[in-house]
């Protein structure tokens, strides 16, 4: 089911002040160590000489699923075995499995009250469907939140509820489910829908007929692309086969089943006389995510996730091969060299406190899949014991829009859940290595939405702190021309060790990253 929101959408505890921030030693029986000792164990040297590798020809454009990408993580996984860094899986093994499949559009049509209407008109949908249905449960905007619920003294297990965008507001026009008084997560359609499907199928509805006058439009020429294009969508494997069934309509349709609907906030059950009959075959696709670990010496049970994707965009028509050294070469060999620093201090006596996980995910390309079978399916590791994700997406070259000095990185989503997190973040860099933090593309209301785009989201939404590292876009990006030779080596270093010295702050520190925000 959560296939269907990524292809539709793209588609408390207060902070201890007394605590030191940044604690930057490990005391040991001889000496006090600092991460200076191992953060210059990364150097330009050894991120070249990964880099020449992993972004050569050999791996094929390493898009999700296909040999070079299988190479990729194979690749990777003999890494971490030289530097003697253990497997995450208890099992000892360093690939965590992801099954994927690919779904064409299905074919075919719904019968309302005696009139068929085939798919991609009136009506969307992304999964086969079929069924017959005398009523439907009208559950007004879906939400449930804190003592509002539009599923009070209704059982819809078994049904199918129809629901539409939005949340409620009083007499004069005030939104009363956020505390100013505006609109809050459920206005936001990258985020309340997954929330809306995910709560009916906490309820037992067997599926949501959804109503969003505002995006069908767009719904729907996302459809007709994928329609033209006919090359599938690749998402996460169902196999629980639970049959949640997810359907998008128009205004016509929706006034067809609820009059009023739009100003109608009652929840009621409509009879009706439905039929569905949608259709889709999909093909399945094998994957994969590696993940090792450094273990913790005093709270082991208590993690720290480093993330990058070890995926890329493959071979055009052409032929050309899509090397990704930026997106997101940079991000695996940056992760490969922290991994080492953080082992040999723990070699030496001096490891982390808290256990630190190397993710290196597949599928992001294609919606984010690795991070999100890794949250939502099987978590390694789990979620409420997990720390914070700092996450590493394109770090290695310049972003040629940008007005200033080339010693920066973009940062994204460091205060979004923790002022903990985004304080301790700016004094690391402070301390060590005084790179120039850019919150450009921080902002809210950034079109580019990058907050959304990369592998740290399917974190933050399960209320874990976040910091997304990023040199931005460039002319060769997604392009053959992406290639090793035009990384600057040497801001690849640098912001390589900021993040290390972040992660070790975070593992070593007293406390705990304080989560100081949610998601809602």
């Known amino acids: ?32 160590i600092t991460p200076v000792t191992y953060a210059q164990t990364i150097t330009e040297a050894e991120l070249k000489e990964y ?35 253990s497997a995450a899986k208890a099992n000892g093994e360093y690939l965590q499995k992801v ?13 309302l009250n005696g009139t068929d ?13 079929s069924g017959a249905y005398t009523d439907i449960v009208y559950v007004g905007y879906g939400i449930e939140d804190g003592d509002y619920s539009d599923y009070k003294g209704l059982d819809v297990a078994g049904k199918l509820l129809l629901m539409k965008a939005g949340e409620p507001q009083d007499k004069e026009g005030t939104y009363i489910l956020s505390e100013d008084g505006k609109k809050s997560i459920w206005s936001n359609v990258s985020e309340s829908l997954g929330k809306r499907m995910e709560l009916a199928t906490a309820k037992g509805a067997k599926g949501v007929i959804y109503f969003d006058n505002a995006n069908f439009k767009r719904f729907r020429s996302r459809f007709r692309y994928l329609k033209n294009n006919d090359n599938g969508s690749m998402g996460i494997k169902n196999e629980m086969g639970d049959g949640f069934l997810s359907f998008y309509i128009n205004n016509d349709l929706a006034e067809k089943l609820l009059p009023g609907i739009a100003n109608d906030n009652k929840p009621k059950t409509i009879a009706v006389s439905l039929t569905l009959n949608v259709q889709s075959s999909n093909r399945d696709v094998e994957s994969e995510n590696v993940v090792a670990i450094v273990r913790g010496s005093e709270k082991p049970n208590e993690y720290i996730i480093i993330s990058s994707h070890l995926d890329h965009i493959g071979v055009t028509s052409g032929g050309q091969i899509n090397n990704g050294a930026d997106d997101d070469g940079s991000g695996t060999v940056a992760l490969l060299e922290i991994a080492e620093a953080f082992k040999k201090a723990a070699d030496e006596g001096n490891g982390p406190r808290r256990s630190v996980v190397f993710l290196h995910v597949t599928g992001e390309e294609k919606g984010l899949l690795g991070s999100q079978y890794y949250t939502d399916v099987e978590p390694i590791f789990p979620l409420a014991q997990t720390v914070a994700n700092l996450n590493i997406d394109m770090i290695g070259r310049i972003d040629p829009k940008r007005d200033g000095g080339r010693n920066y990185v973009y940062l994204i989503g460091s205060d979004k859940l923790s002022m903990d997190l985004h304080k301790l973040s700016e004094e690391v860099n402070s301390k060590y290595t005084n790179i120039e933090l ?26 874990i702190p976040i910091i997304f590292y990023f040199n931005g876009t460039h002319d060769d990006y997604h392009r053959p021309t992406d290639t090793p030779d035009k990384i600057n080596y040497d801001l690849l270093q640098n912001r390589t060790r900021l993040i290390f010295h972040t992660a070790w702050e975070v593992a070593n520190r007293g406390q705990r990253v304080v989560v100081d925000k949610t998601t809602k």
């Open 1 to 32: 089911m959560k296939k269907l929101i990524l292809m539709i959408v793209g588609l408390a505890m207060a902070c201890n002040s007394s605590q030191k921030t940044v604690d930057d030693t490990v005391k040991n029986a001889e000496a006090t």
């Open 99 to 111: 099954p994927l499949e690919i779904s064409k559009l299905p074919y075919g049509s719904i019968t």
């Open 117 to 129: 209407y085939p798919i991609g008109d009136d009506f969307l949908s992304f999964t086969e469907a």
């Open 51 to 85: 880099l020449y590798t992993y972004a050569s020809d050999e791996f094929e454009g390493r898009e999700t699923g296909e040999p070079g990408q299988r190479k990729a993580a194979a690749y990777i996984e003999e890494q971490y075995k030289k530097m003697g860094i």
């Open 438 to 463: 850019d919150y450009t593309y921080n902002d809210e209301y950034d079109p580019n939405r990058f907050y959304y785009r990369s592998d740290h989201y399917n974190f933050a939404k399960n209320n």
